[in-house]
């Protein structure tokens, strides 16, 4: 946990994935497949996809898929979603990748694997939700450590290392939750440490001890 401001630089996707070892600035851009309309026939360019009717009141209450009813699917966001990731935005530190903030999980696993980064390469993937919420996910499932457990491990390590009664009990109302393959980390408080947020400490923290 040694104070250590040094950043490893950003890698293009190229070195990743021939395995090089060359670190430079990222200066690339991926455009993203343009979907097609869902009707060919109509002139209407809009990918927007019409709202399913409610079910709610034709189905008993215990078979009824909120989902289906109130989440609706929208293109338009969904494109908006893909505008956040591109090559020349996500962020490699080591074996660690971060997207850009409120990027899905999921939609940075796909990402990745859609360039071809090599799971040798890349170990993690990090995105930054909200202003309270970090989400940690394995990129390669077959090395690395327990993300649950390593995360939870710094949370120790904090509650000990800051000495302030009312730090220590801010810091322990920190949720963890996941598995050896996922992690989120919830409820961070946002308050400032060391002069910098507390969710960007402990990203900062990670991306030190996951990189090497």
Do not use: C, H
Request: aromatic share 8%; proline share 5%; glycine share 2%.
């Amino acid at each position: 946990m040694a104070d250590n401001k040094k950043i490893v630089g950003f890698k293009k996707f190229s070195d990743i994935k021939s395995g090089s070892s060359k670190v430079e600035e990222v200066d690339m851009s991926l455009t993203p497949d343009t979907d097609l309309p869902m009707n060919p026939n109509t002139p209407n360019q809009s990918t927007k996809i019409e709202r399913p009717a409610s079910r709610k009141n034709l189905m008993p209450k215990e078979q009824q898929d909120p989902k289906l009813d109130n989440e609706w699917y929208d293109k338009e966001e969904e494109a908006k979603e893909d505008e956040k990731i591109s090559e020349d935005k996500v962020q490699t530190y080591g074996r660690v990748a971060k997207f850009p903030k409120n990027v899905k999980a999921s939609k940075a696993f796909n990402f990745l694997e859609n360039v071809k980064v090599s799971k040798k390469s890349i170990w993690y993937i990090m995105v930054e939700k909200l202003d309270n919420e970090l989400q940690m996910v394995k990129y390669n499932y077959k090395e690395g450590v327990d993300l649950s457990k390593f995360v939870n491990e710094l949370k120790t390590y904090y509650i000990t290392k800051y000495k302030d009664p009312k730090m220590k009990k801010l810091i322990e109302s920190i949720y963890v939750d996941g598995n050896d393959k996922y992690s989120m980390v919830k409820n961070i408080p946002l308050v400032e440490v060391e002069g910098k947020k507390l969710i960007t400490k402990i990203t900062e923290d990670l991306i030190k001890l996951l990189s090497k």
